[in-house]
């Protein structure tokens, strides 16, 4: 008999077994609302007017503390700025300075030789720079789109700019029906006239126009849509509320509004710090479930992430991608602390090379999230590697807010199946695959990436061993399959010196000129779901 002593098994596990692989991490933004959440939700608003309050209530209910009062004034908005070319024109005759021009649709351009240069049919008319048109019986068009009041051209560095003067109700006209359907509730249209034409007076003026501030046509200030986006609705509402703007203290409140809270508003201090106005609290919105946009998230069918792949489900590296150097390498987890409004402060993010905090408001500006109201979910599942078989491994499972998560496996071959429900919180769950297996979180929202736990098969030398030859077992019994006897080198590579097959009842024997020396028995193609595996190493000592 030759005498096997056998090698530490644990060297051997370390040059046949993978390395546990990385976490399979799954992130999911669940949210609320749609906006700023600071002041007067628009769907909230034609919530408490489909309930049978009226616009003051409305108000007053969102702008708290504040009464109603009447301003007047002239608005200025900017509708072109450096244009090679616009077009101005009306219906009806028109006065450009002190000359009147034909109806129809006249091409301003600024030439070289200074000054401002309309055309229409080949007839070209000269005018210095600023140039003011006034309306007919018609309204001016600028660029085809009609606008009350007057209409101002300059000229600067050979480019075209182009102002609309206009009455403050005409303005908010124009602002009405691009800021709320015009379908909703003549109470609702009216608050929103209201809030509109304080707004304007108050905290409006974001673009410049030579020197001095005047009112942007788009969300830097308000959507400004001229005449053409009136509609009947829209000029009863404006027209019933005359002047009327919201006061606090007998000053213009400043009267911020949005699409939708998610069912509660902002304090405009938690949402962009400073100073807390008495008037913008952060009060219920119960009527806001209205919107379509009161939670968001995968489980909607509106496209509330962009870039995310599956809407609003980002793996690790999809994120840590998407933000960059604000959160660390190795992304694992993120938690969130949130202000006094329900909305997120900041965001800690976790990873293999240490924390960050990112604001709440920079997570919502680079992931493009609809509010600031949100929580993050979380699936991560960790513990693939290789097993022998016959034994077990320890998965270790993270969830949060993730409700209904269940893991999975797909054995080799086979179809993703339940194995238990997942908990919330931290959890492990022994395994013990009988061939490679795969596992993965899954819940109703998002599925995490996969792990492999992989099985090599079980092989080992028999302890009693013929004259020339080396004998042992194979588990499970594979039959047919090759077993290499591998001796190792000086160097320590491995030289296989003789093979055979496993027979039915699982055992092997190869012959060969046994020496003295390590050996070990390796199956290199087991498959039928395993992966290449070998035995503990053994000594041969004497033969």
Known sequence: MKRLLPVAVAVVVACTCAAAAEPATTFVLKGRGWGHGIGMGQYGAQGF?????????ILAHYYRGTTLGTRNATIRVRLAAGRSSLTVGSDATFEAGSANLGAGTWRVTAPASGGLRLTRSGTTRRFSSPLTLRPGSASLELDGDRYRGRLELRRSAGRVWALNVVSLNGYVK???????????????????????????????GHCSWF?????CPDTSDQVYGGRDAETSASNAAVDATGRRVVLSGGALATTFFFSTSGGRTAANSDEWGGTQLPYLVSVSDPFDSLSPHHRWGPGDAEDDCPGSGRDCV???????????????????DMTVTRNG?????????????????????????????????FTVGLLRLQGGGTIEWGNRRTLSLLVRNMPGAKLQRRRTGGSWEDVATAATGSSTRRVSPGITTFYRLWS????????RVAVRPQIRFAADQPANALRGTVRPRLEGRIVQVQRRRSGGAWRTVASDAVNADGIWRASFDVRPGVYRAFMPSPGRGYVPGASPTVTVVSG
């Open 49 to 57: 007017a489909l309930e049978g309050k009226t616009y003051q209530e």
């Open 174 to 204: 124009g602002v009405v029906p691009r800021e709320m359907p015009t379908s909703w509730h003549p109470e609702a249209l009216k608050a929103q006239s209201v809030a509109a034409r304080t707004y304007a007076l108050a905290a409006g």
């Open 211 to 215: 020197g001095s501030s005047v009112m």
């Open 314 to 332: 980002w793996s690790a590296a999809a994120l840590k991608d998407r933000l960059g150097s604000r959160v660390p390498a190795g992304l694992r």
């Open 341 to 373: 409004s329900r909305r997120v402060a900041h965001v800690t993010a976790t990873g293999s090379s240490g924390s960050s905090t990112v604001a709440g408001s920079t997570m919502r500006a680079v992931l493009g999230l609809r509010s600031t109201w």
């Open 444 to 451: 109703p929202d998002a599925t995490s990436g996969r792990i």
